[in-house]
């Protein structure tokens, strides 16, 4: 869902929390929390959504230019991924090697963990973001249609793209508090989505059944593919996910879209 509601905001199909650094962000943010805090639940989520935030407000400052391009968000995110990804590296390695390998296996992203005392606080905060989009969708219908004809329709441009970042934002962050940051399904979501609806509607909610089938299908190949062997699920999805993105990368390239 964070994944179809960014690529809307910005228009550019390489849109996407991983891709842009808000889930770098959140997971520097994590795994100082795991290491040296040793926190979970509810403060563990309340922290790495401080930290997805904290990115986005870095990477809508640096790509500000009386208005926000696709192009310079994504660039400004890649710069802040970097960053956020030598923070993480940084304190693996000034930690013990039992609290890295905990840390390790989050930032790859797993499924592990998925219990009610851990999945609450992820209920929680989509529920109240879930009535929060379907209050702004009208206005993110707007916004596709370019920033001159929403300003047309008498929608506040800028404002209305900042909250919708900012739920994005949350709702990615959320996420990764509890599974870590699963790479590439909120970029490969979307896309399957609209393809199943048509051209021309925002399918928010049929990314987030897409996302949630195929978080299901990589755990179930993680866990049976390799006899006594369980591998996090962010392996899979990277696996299947970066030969995507570079097709995706190179379509672009060809085609000169996304700017």
């Known amino acids: 869902l964070s994944g179809a509601l960014l690529q809307s905001i910005v228009r ?3 849109a996407s929390p991983d891709i842009i650094g808000i889930t770098h962000g959140a997971s520097a943010a994590g795994v100082i929390g795991v290491v040296y805090l040793g926190i979970s639940g509810l403060a563990l989520t309340g922290l790495v959504s401080l930290g997805g935030v904290g ?3 870095a990477i809508y400052l640096l790509a500000w230019r009386r208005g926000v391009v696709g192009y310079r968000l994504l660039l ?3 710069g802040v991924a970097a960053l956020a990804t030598s923070v993480v590296s940084w304190v693996l390695t000034q930690t013990d090697v039992r609290d890295a390998t905990v840390a390790l296996t989050w930032i790859t992203g797993s499924l592990a963990r998925a219990d009610w005392p851990t999945l609450n606080p992820l209920l929680i905060c989509a529920g109240g973001l879930v009535v929060l989009l379907a209050v702004l969708s009208p206005r993110l219908r707007s916004l596709e ?3 001159d004809p929403a300003a047309a329709l008498g929608v506040s441009v800028e404002r209305s793209r900042l909250w919708l970042l900012l739920a994005s934002v949350a709702l990615a962050s959320a996420a990764v508090a509890v599974t870590g940051p699963v790479a590439f399904v909120a970029l490969v979501s979307a896309p399957i989505a609209r393809r199943t609806v048509g051209a021309g509607r925002l399918a928010l909610v049929p990314a987030a059944l897409v996302g949630a089938v195929i978080m299901l299908a990589s755990d179930l190949i993680a866990q049976f593919t ?3 062997t369980t591998l996090p ?3 899979v999805t990277g696996v299947v996910g970066a030969p995507y993105l570079l097709w995706l990368l190179m379509r672009t390239n060809r085609s000169g879209a996304g700017g």
Do not use: F, Y
């Open 12 to 14: 550019n199909p390489l």
């Open 55 to 57: 990115a986005a407000v």
């Open 76 to 78: 400004a995110g890649i």
């Open 145 to 147: 249609l370019g920033d």
């Open 226 to 228: 390799i006899p006594e």
């Open 233 to 235: 699920v962010g392996v």
